[in-house]
C-alpha cells in the first residue's frame, strides 16, 4: 500500500466500493479504506495515512455520524409528531 493516494485514486476506490467516505460529498474528505482512515492534511494536495489519534478520533465520529442518521431516518419513518 503506497504512503500517499490522490483524491482521483480515492474516488476509484469509493467508485469500486472498496473505500467508504465519512461525508455525504466523498472526496476531499476523511476515507476509510480496508480498515484504514485516510485524509488529507492541511496545505497538501494527496491523501495520507491518518495517525492513530487521528483514526481514532475519525473512528468516532463515523460512530456519532451513522447513529444520527439511523435516528434521523427512524424519525422520518414515524412522520410527524402530532400536536396534543
Do not use: C
Request: charged share 15%; glycine share 10%.
Amino acid at each position: 500500500m503506497t504512503s500517499a493516494k490522490s483524491q482521483d485514486e480515492m474516488q476509484a476506490h469509493i467508485a469500486a466500493g472498496e473505500a467508504l467516505a465519512l461525508f455525504p460529498d466523498g472526496v476531499p474528505g476523511p476515507i476509510s479504506l480496508h480498515g484504514q482512515w485516510w485524509i488529507i492534511p492541511v496545505g497538501q494536495e494527496h491523501y495520507q495515512l491518518a495517525d492513530n489519534d487521528q483514526a481514532a478520533l475519525l473512528t468516532t465520529q463515523a460512530g456519532r455520524l451513522a447513529a444520527g442518521v439511523a435516528a434521523a431516518r427512524r424519525a422520518a419513518d414515524h412522520g410527524p409528531r402530532r400536536q396534543p
